[in-house]
């Protein structure tokens, strides 16, 4: 993975806190000129791309719960500052939203089970607004937002291995994505806090919620779509398709215990801190110059980082 000793970027130039400004983005990706079998759009790691595509089918659905937790919280707040974060990550999660919505009807179109699956996601998260007080609105959306949080910066952190050769499109949008997850990986929290200062318990067992809800729902999607993709063809390849899965699973749980802290804050979390991803700092810096980050092919890549070589020699 290239560090940020790799990268001819100037920290004057960059905001080094990426939770200190949350900017909205109105990206407007095309996936029209793909074909249902370019779903494994990975081709560096095509069980990293079943991964991606089984979180795709339900992560949509969060974020729109997400938009109604943050909304009635804001009506609530005292704080203008943080009813100014509070809106700018609603101004993000809906464009996230309508971006893997869009994403999602191509998978439905190469998965069997496809709108089945997300019929269940849509079913689950009915259930949850009609029950949800506002207690478990704003506790669940800060446990969940944990983890989109921290899969930001795992993804991220495993680009050259997951991302190096990859459809530009798609591999732009979950670069967006992870960035911008991880820019607004405090306000939930923030939020949750604001108004339930010391009930820990409930933000542990919201935290421990959350994890199981995507386990749950990523493991159905992932076990059919590897079946589709032929990765359960031998018993060999469900093993290293269960053991893929259940090493990702694993970082973001280990990740996380800082989370379980009473002090814990996620701006104080390593990944905001001592270990940001110099992909992240770099695709900022970038944006926010003008660049186009509609698709990210390796020539992209290079640019972005702004290193001399081309990128595909930096592997």
Sequence with gaps: MLSSDDISVENSDIDMRPMAHIEVRR????????????????RTSPIFSVFANALNLHVPFFEKY???AMAQAKEKISSPKLREEVN??????????????????????????????????????EKRYQSDDFRSLVGFTAGYETFTFLA?????NNFDKWFADADPNIKALWIWHQVEEVEHGAVAFDVYKHFFPDDEYFRRKMVLSAFFHIVKETWSA??????VEGFMKSP?????????????????MWNCRQVFSKKYHPSQHPFATTQQNP???AWRKYHRGGGNVLAIDREKMAEILNVSAPYEEQL
């Design 279 to 281: 992909i992240a700092l």
């Design 222 to 227: 992932y076990w059919h779509m590897c079946r």
């Design 152 to 156: 930001g910066m795992i993804f991220l």
């Design 66 to 68: 997400l938009i109604v």
């Design 27 to 42: 990206l407007d990706f095309d996936f029209s000129d793909l074909a249902p079998s370019q779903v494994l759009w990975s």
């Design 88 to 125: 700018a990550i609603i101004g993000q999660e809906a464009q996230h939203a309508n971006a893997f919505l869009g994403f999602n009807q191509l998978l439905k179109r190469r998965y069997s089970k496809g709108q089945q699956l997300e019929d269940q996601v849509i079913a689950a998260f």
């Design 236 to 252: 060999w390849q469900t093993l290293r398709s269960g053991l893929f899965l259940a090493n990702l699973i694993s970082q973001m």
